[in-house]
Every structure is written in structure tokens, then in C-alpha cells.
């Protein structure tokens, strides 16, 4: 435990911050599993309807600074590609 009030201010901070970003990290998770999911078991309409969110999820968790820019760009390519190869 941190003994210096600064610390322990920041500790406190970073809880909050981390319980704020909790919703969007799993969100994001569940989204491209079970996109993922679906392209494994070779069901591409029902990928192809759940596309939009995922494009969503991602680019909200961008928003929120979750993931990076380009992070978010190069998921977003490789999971287009997914769907468009099989």
C-alpha cells in the first residue's frame, strides 16, 4: 500500500479510471469473440449481420483511448479480412 498522499491519491485515481474502462474492455472482448466464433463455425451471414457492431465496439473503445488508433485499424482489417476469406 502506498504511504505517500500523492500515491495513494493516484491509487485512487487509477481504481476509478479502471472500473470506468471495465464496461468497454469487455464488451470489446465478448464482440470479437463471438464474431470470431462465428467465422470459425463458417455461419458468414450471421457474421456479416454482427460486422457493424463489432466496427462499433472498436471504434468506441478508440474513443475512449482503450486501444490505439492503429490498433483499432489493424483489428479492424484482419477481422474484414476474416470474413471476406472464408
Known amino acids: 500500500m502506498p504511504i505517500i498522499e500523492s500515491a495513494i491519491k493516484r491509487a485512487r485515481q487509477n481504481e476509478t479510471r479502471r472500473a ?10 465478448s464482440v470479437l ?3 470470431t466464433d462465428l467465422i470459425k463455425e463458417g455461419k458468414k451471414k450471421e457474421a456479416a449481420e454482427l460486422f457493424p457492431l463489432v466496427m462499433k465496439v ?7 483511448n482503450i486501444l490505439h488508433k492503429n490498433t483499432a485499424d489493424r483489428k479492424k482489417s484482419r477481422l474484414s479480412k476474416m470474413i471476406s476469406a472464408k
Open 20 to 29: 470506468r474502462r471495465q464496461p468497454f474492455k469487455t464488451r470489446l472482448k
Open 33 to 35: 469473440r463471438s464474431y
Open 58 to 64: 472498436i471504434d468506441t473503445a478508440t474513443k475512449k
